[in-house]
């Protein structure tokens, strides 16, 4: 693809993360308490999903009517030129009034990420990142951070019931044996986004699916990290592992983990 089409997908990513933004935080507001489903155990679900995600596919469509999209929630195609989005990422924290969610936008050209976009509506904040053009936070470049010793870091593990517990709590076990503070915040894009801004040193999940974490790999990558490789295999479509660090902790995270 041309620098110029990349360039387009990558301003509209962010217009629409906002714009999806911006409604995912009126739903929010006015939203009421214990308004939402599960799809399955500890597997949330509002109205206000689909809502954002029938905004995004609409915006995508009109811009790039020859690319195809995959929401979480509505499903679609993932062809060699794929949008990849979840409109609402922390979707616990939302339904409960936890104001940590985000809309997660991710381009994908011929199975190499090239464009993200994270929009955390209740902190006015826009992560961006394209291949080879660096990631910004609301403009400003990201950077991951320095830290060089697991006795220092703070690293954030996902969970998800797709893998037994017995699992995470072994990971969760050699990761404390190392030194490291942990910690779980229920988005896992807005957890990779805080490594690329330096906010936290790692982030690893034993399973995450491609739309919770497309974007945030491009960010980390573009903001001097290192992350595992997702795509690998069916990870576009069926899910893989993820991790993610600063590069001075590769060795170390990789070996606390299990992932690499």
Not at 25 to 43: A, V
Not at 53 to 79: M, N
Not at 137 to 161: F, H, Q, Y
């Amino acid at each position: 693809m041309s620098k110029r089409g990349v360039e387009e997908r990558y301003l509209a990513a962010c217009a629409i993360a906002r714009e999806a933004g911006d409604l995912m935080r009126r739903l929010y507001e006015k939203r009421e308490t214990g308004s939402y489903k599960l799809k399955g155990h500890q597997d949330y679900l509002t109205e206000a999903d689909g809502e954002v995600e029938k905004l995004i596919v609409r915006r995508i469509g009109e811009a790039f009517p020859g690319d195809s999209v995959f929401g979480e929630e509505g499903g679609g195609k993932f062809g060699a030129r794929a949008w990849v989005i979840d409109p609402i990422d922390g979707t616990a924290n939302f339904a409960r009034g936890i104001p940590h969610f985000c809309v997660s936008i991710a381009y994908v050209q011929d199975n190499a990420i090239t464009v993200g976009a994270l929009c955390n509506p209740m902190l006015g904040e826009l992560f961006a990142a394209k291949a080879g053009g660096g990631a910004t936070l609301n403009g400003r470049p990201m950077k991951v951070s320095k830290t060089r010793d697991m006795r220092s870091a703070t690293v954030e593990l996902g969970w998800s019931m797709r893998r037994p517990m017995e699992d995470y709590v072994a990971m969760v076990t050699r990761v404390v044996k190392e030194g490291a503070g942990i910690r779980r915040s229920g988005s896992g894009a807005l957890g990779l986004a805080y490594v690329a801004d330096g906010r936290t040193d790692a982030y690893a999940e034993l399973h995450i699916n491609s739309w919770d974490c497309l974007a945030g790999i491009l960010m980390v990558n573009e903001a001097g990290g290192w992350t595992n490789d997702f795509l690998a295999g069916n990870g576009l479509t069926k899910g893989n592992p993820i991790l993610a660090s600063n590069a001075a902790l590769r060795r170390a995270i990789i070996k606390a983990t299990g992932i690499g």
